[in-house]
């Protein structure tokens, strides 16, 4: 590294007081030593003071960085006495950066790198922007969103208005469909046959577009309401995690992703950054993700926002027309028949190149905030799949043991399927972890509140006691709340009061669970359901039945009754013969069948439903 260069970062940022060389004095082994974490709740801006209204030194600091840049600041009292003491070290700095305008920081220059190979034989690739408002730390973007004089922003495509909380953005466009979105380039990982397969030629002409957006939406909110306003790029690093620490098996795990976008977009950064916290400046050798080996996965991602691409036309960015296009081309909607054909129909799409070296460049040509956010969760994915022995961003799941009301009694022996373990076996096996008394059972060492029992024990809530049969005689033990009782094929057993004051229950809870793993799926492909409780949609409560004989012969009724002549429908009569406590017919299907619908039913089936009594209904649902 050219040490030069570095100084005039610092005092381009104003973060740091020391030269390098005292920073690498202190620091001998950059690339073992890991940098200074920093404090994740500073990262996504917690406990600053007030972030929705930025005080006169972040101004003042932000008039500098667009100094820096060539770009007009704000006017605030005092600026000329500052102005006039800052103008030697801006004149110099600005022929520092004239120097180094080839300069890009080491992520930057990881991912220009594979942007250069990865589009070799395409129309010369253009460098990622140099120089740019760089958003080192957290409430930079959200003071930048909103001009200082005025509580509101509005342009074409975003408003935003300064609240109590924050800042408040609305977008143009609130995306609820993924349907043709999603675009990637060839040549790299495999296309899956859902996405859009876009040409390397035509990817490489929308990275083009993508550096090269129109003068009115580089233009940066802060400035917004003076004749004279800043134009100009803005970039953000985020170091997103890809695998948590596991104390004593690994440490902490992220990739890098880098953002850049227009000015007017500066919001879709404060979103960012508010959910995957801000990674600092890139340009500090202590932010290089390379030189933290023991941290970082190797992976680099980069997102740029785009919007006025919707606006291009097939042929201008590249695509060939009809006559010269693939089979694939044609289904996907990569060719044009007439000139004046807009890609993707003109509705917004994210684009992305990626292969095995684990860089990924995703442009994406909207403003819809959640692009944002479910992009760099797409990369965090990416990475796991490449580093390995990580799950999936979208894995989830949950490990289910399956319990059940056993009433007030329940023998093990009788009401279970005996699979032929004794609790002999079980002292042989497990014997040192509890300890066993000679009446025949055992208490577990660790935790004295789970006792071990014979496969013949019973229980009875009534007398308040666990029996089995000894050869010193029957023996017992009192049945306590708060305690189970684990059977020697592993079922266990407990009290327990349900909620809503009904009187306690034996509850039984199989020993195997069933794993429910969704290891990649869409968005809305139900991942977070299996992993919810479903105790909030389960109703409690007494069923009380007058005459047993006569409204069980009611129940009996309804359940052997033919419900195929329910719909209004004559065409759909005969078409559903399921008998109630058929395997076929669910319990949700039950309570469907029971419950009148008066669009859907006959009027006679609907009267005839409502005669029927609603606890008799409920008793039904339970004998299902």
């Known amino acids: ?33 890991p940098p200074p974490r920093m404090d994740l709740k500073r990262t996504i801006g917690l406990g600053a003071r007030d972030s929705a209204f930025p005080d006169e ?19 605030r009292a005092g600026d000329g006495e500052f102005n006039e003491l800052s103008a030697a070290l801006l004149q110099h700095n600005r022929e520092t950066e004239r120097l180094l305008s080839d300069y890009l920081c080491p992520a930057d220059q990881r991912i220009q790198d594979f942007l250069t190979d990865y589009l070799e034989g395409c129309p010369p690739v253009l460098k990622l922007p140099a120089k740019t408002f760089v958003l080192d730390r957290h409430g930079l973007a959200r003071a930048l969103s909103l001009p200082p004089d005025r509580d509101e922003f509005e342009s074409d495509i975003v408003k935003s208005y300064r609240i109590r909380q924050g800042v408040l953005h609305n977008p143009h466009s609130d995306r609820r469909t993924t349907k043709g979105v999603f675009h990637i380039a060839e040549g790299g990982l495999p296309v899956p046959d ?23 939406l580089l233009r940066l909110p802060f400035t917004s309401t003076q004749e004279e306003q800043a134009e100009c790029f ?84 590249g695509l060939p027309h009809w006559d010269k296009a693939t089979r694939r081309q044609r289904r996907d909607g990569m060719c044009w028949r007439k000139p004046g054909e807009l890609y993707n129909d003109g509705s917004a799409f994210k684009v992305t190149c990626r292969d095995h070296r684990g860089v990924m460049v995703t442009l994406i040509a909207d403003n819809y905030f959640g692009y944002c956010k479910k992009e760099v969760k797409t990369q965090i994915s990416y990475s796991a799949n490449l580093f390995g022995h990580c799950e999936e961003e979208h894995a989830g799941g949950a490990l289910v043991h399956p319990s059940y009301d056993l009433g007030e ?38 935790f004295p509140d789970i006792i071990y029992v014979s496969e013949d024990v019973h229980f009875d809530l009534h007398r308040q006691t666990v029996s089995w049969p000894h050869k010193k005689g029957r023996q017992s033990l009192h049945l306590m709340p708060g305690h189970t009782y684990v059977r020697p094929s592993g079922y266990k057993v407990r009290m327990e009061k349900p909620r809503g004051g009904r009187a306690w229950r034996l509850i039984g809870t199989v020993a195997e669970g069933v794993l429910c793993h969704k290891p ?89 439903l409502l005669s029927v009594p609603q606890y008799i209904k409920e008793l039904v649902f339970v004998v299902k």
């Open 1 to 33: 590294m050219n040490h030069s260069r570095v100084p005039f970062r610092e005092v381009l940022h104003g973060l740091a007081t020391r030269t390098y060389a005292a920073r690498v004095k202190s620091q001998p082994d950059t690339a073992t030593t």
């Open 57 to 75: 030194k972040l101004i003042h600091f932000i008039n500098l960085k667009l100094s820096l840049l060539g770009c007009p600041g704000v006017a």
């Open 194 to 216: 859902d996405k859009l397969e876009v040409p390397r030629k035509a990817f490489a002409t929308l990275l083009r577009l993508a550096l090269n957006p129109p003068r009115e």
């Open 234 to 317: 803005v970039s953000l690093l985020l170091r997103p995690v890809v695998c948590p620490a596991v104390p004593g098996y690994t440490g902490k795990k992220s990739m890098e992703t880098r953002f850049f976008a227009p000015g007017t977009l500066v919001g879709n950064l404060d979103f960012v950054e508010s959910i995957f916290g801000n990674g600092g400046d890139p340009f500090l050798p202590e932010r290089d993700a390379a030189l933290d080996v023991d941290h970082w996965t190797g992976h680099t991602g980069c997102v740029i926002l785009a919007p006025h691409l919707v606006k291009l036309t097939k042929k201008a960015a």
């Open 409 to 446: 009694e329940f023998s093990g022996h009788l009401h279970v399927r005996r699979l032929d373990h004794s609790f002999e076996e079980a002292v042989k096996l497990y014997g040192s972890i509890m300890d066993v008394n000679p009446a025949g059972y055992g208490v577990d060492k660790r």
């Open 520 to 608: 990649c799926t869409v968005s809305g492909g139900g991942k977070s359901e299996i992993s919810k409780p479903i105790t909030d949609a389960v109703i409690q409560g007494p069923v009380f039945v007058a005459d047993f004989k006569r409204d069980f012969d009611r129940v009996a009724e309804l359940i052997r009754r033919d419900y195929a002549d329910r719909f209004k429908d004559e065409t759909r009569r005969r078409t559903d013969s399921r008998r109630i406590l058929s395997k076929e017919r669910s319990l949700g299907s039950v309570i469907k069948l029971l419950t009148p619908a008066s669009r859907e039913y006959s009027a006679d089936y609907n009267d005839w």
